[in-house]
């Protein structure tokens, strides 16, 4: 039994369930999202993983079933919530790239300290905010329903001083080389071998 238990929540072709998919897209709410904006100048020119409707009100968003981690991000200013689902290492890889193109890229992801991913994203970003509390997330059924996360949420930087929004929790500046120099992130999942 503990085998079902192990297999279901590791093996990633039963996490892809297209009945999952809906559960992945989690609505920034508007108290997360006005800081960020203000963060960003006042202006969200790219939000490149939306919902049709356009709720961030970015200048250009792409939205399913458009893949947005496959399209070209060139914008000044750039908002990413992305699925949560294993293709975040997509998102995250995306988000460093545009920062070192000199975009101002904010991501909100979850705080997954322990992860691979997190380590190789706080690896490239300039500043960082944990978010104070669980972000209460809009869900795209039309009811206005929001949902309290699961885990902890934060916000990575590129080229921008997340510390501007402090009344959503604690940030702090990393002390990373330059972006550009983080062009290749490897971002390598495979696992580590000591030895």
């Known amino acids: 039994m503990?085998?079902?238990?192990?297999?279901?929540r590791f093996d990633n072709e039963l996490r892809r369930r297209p009945e999952a998919a809906a559960e992945q897209v989690h609505l920034t709410p508007g108290y997360v999202l006005d800081p960020i904006r203000a963060v960003l100048g006042g202006r969200i020119e790219l939000d490149p993983c939306t919902t049709g409707d356009n709720?961030?009100?970015?200048d250009r968003f792409y939205a399913l079933p458009d893949d947005g981690a496959a399209l070209?991000?060139?914008?000044?200013?750039i908002f990413c919530n992305p699925p949560y689902g294993e293709a975040r290492v997509r998102w995250v890889r995306r988000c460093a790239e545009a920062g070192a193109t000199g975009s101002e890229v904010v991501l909100l992801i979850p705080a997954h300290t322990d992860t691979r991913i997190w380590h190789d994203a706080m690896a490239s970003a300039a500043s960082v905010l944990?978010?104070?509390?669980?972000?209460?997330?809009?869900?795209?059924?039309?009811n206005g329903r929001q949902i309290a996360a699961s885990h902890p949420s934060a916000l990575l930087g590129w080229n921008v001083d997340l510390r501007q929004a402090e009344q959503l929790g604690t940030a702090t500046l990393l002390d990373n080389p330059p972006a550009s120099t983080y062009v290749d992130i490897p971002l390598d999942l495979r696992p580590v071998r000591l030895p």
Do not use: D, E, M, Q
């Open 2 to 8: 503990t085998g079902s238990v192990a297999l279901f």
């Open 55 to 58: 709720p961030v009100g970015a």
């Open 72 to 77: 070209p991000w060139n914008a000044a200013t």
């Open 130 to 142: 944990f978010i104070k509390g669980r972000v209460k997330f809009g869900l795209p059924r039309g």
